[in-house]
C-alpha cells in the first residue's frame, strides 16, 4: 500500500510565478490536509478536504491561495503571485475518516523556494 | 482553541541515556494527543498517540509516553537513546475536524 505521494519533492520559483503542489492521498483515504512548515517551526494547519469539498480552510490566507481535491486525480494547493515569504515545506496528510482519532499520515513534502 | 508547549528546542542526550521530551497542552475539551518524528527532508512519522482508556502509550521504536491530565501534560520518553533517534519530534494536539495542533518541535541530538 504507497502511502501518501507529493509532488513535486522540490519546487523553485521566482517572485510572481505561480506554483502548484500536488498530494495524492493514500489508497482507500479520502480526507486530504495541507500543513506549511516555515522554517525553524513546526506544522501549521492551512486547509482540510473531502472529495470535491472544502471543508475547513481556516489557515489558509485570504488571497493567492487555493486548493482543491477533485473527484478524480490528486489534490492541488495552488499559490499564485508568489512573494519570498512563500518560501517553505508544504506537507499534505491523509486519513480514512473524519474520526479525530484517526491518524494522519503525511507525505514527504514539497520544499518550495521563491527567489 | 487548542495549544502545544514543547518546553526545549533542543535536547541532547548520549546513546544509552533517558530521552525526555516534554509537550503541555491546553484544551477546552479532552484532548487527543500524537508524537510524530521527523527526519531530515521526510515527512512526519506517527510515533504514538493517545485517544482515550490507558494513560500509558507505548509506541514504535520504544518510545512511551503518559497522559497526565492533572498536570496537562505528554512528555514522551524511551529508556535508552540510540543514534538512529537523532530527529525533529513535534507533539500534537487535535483541533477539532481532526486539525492537528503542533508544537514548534524538539531537535534530539543523540552522542556517541
Known amino acids: 500500500n504507497a502511502g501518501v505521494m507529493q509532488n513535486p519533492r522540490h519546487l523553485v520559483r521566482r517572485r510572481g510565478q505561480e506554483a502548484r503542489l500536488r498530494c495524492s492521498p493514500m489508497?482507500?483515504?479520502?480526507?486530504v490536509y495541507w500543513y506549511r512548515q516555515l522554517p525553524e517551526e513546526g506544522l501549521k494547519f492551512m486547509v482540510y478536504?473531502?472529495?470535491?469539498?472544502?471543508?475547513?480552510e481556516s489557515g489558509m490566507p485570504k488571497e493567492r491561495f487555493s486548493a482543491e481535491f477533485p473527484k478524480e486525480g490528486p489534490s492541488i494547493l495552488r499559490i499564485q503571485q508568489v512573494v519570498r515569504g512563500d518560501s517553505a515545506a508544504y506537507f499534505c496528510a491523509s486519513s480514512p475518516s473524519t474520526s479525530e482519532t484517526d491518524t494522519q499520515y503525511f507525505g514527504p513534502g514539497t520544499r518550495l523556494t521563491v527567489l | 482553541a487548542q495549544s502545544v508547549t514543547q518546553l526545549g528546542s533542543h535536547v541532547s542526550v548520549s546513546e544509552g541515556a533517558l530521552v525526555l521530551l516534554r509537550c503541555n497542552y491546553s484544551?477546552?475539551?479532552?484532548?487527543?494527543l500524537f508524537w510524530y518524528v521527523q527526519y531530515p527532508n521526510q515527512g512526519l512519522q506517527l510515533l504514538l498517540k493517545?485517544?482515550?482508556?490507558?494513560?500509558l502509550v507505548k509506541g514504535i521504536n520504544g518510545f512511551e509516553a503518559e497522559f497526565k491530565k492533572s498536570e496537562t501534560s505528554f512528555h514522551l520518553t524511551k529508556p535508552s537513546a540510540h543514534m538512529s533517534d537523532a530527529a525533529e519530534y513535534f507533539c500534537?494536539?487535535?483541533?477539532?475536524?481532526?486539525?492537528?495542533?503542533f508544537g514548534t518541535g524538539t531537535r534530539l541530538l543523540v552522542s556517541p
Open positions: 478536504l473531502q472529495k470535491e469539498n472544502i471543508i475547513d
Open positions: 489508497k482507500g483515504h479520502s480526507h
Open positions: 484544551s477546552s475539551v479532552p484532548p487527543y
Open positions: 493517545y485517544t482515550t482508556g490507558a494513560t
Open positions: 500534537a494536539v487535535s483541533g477539532g475536524f481532526q486539525k492537528l495542533v
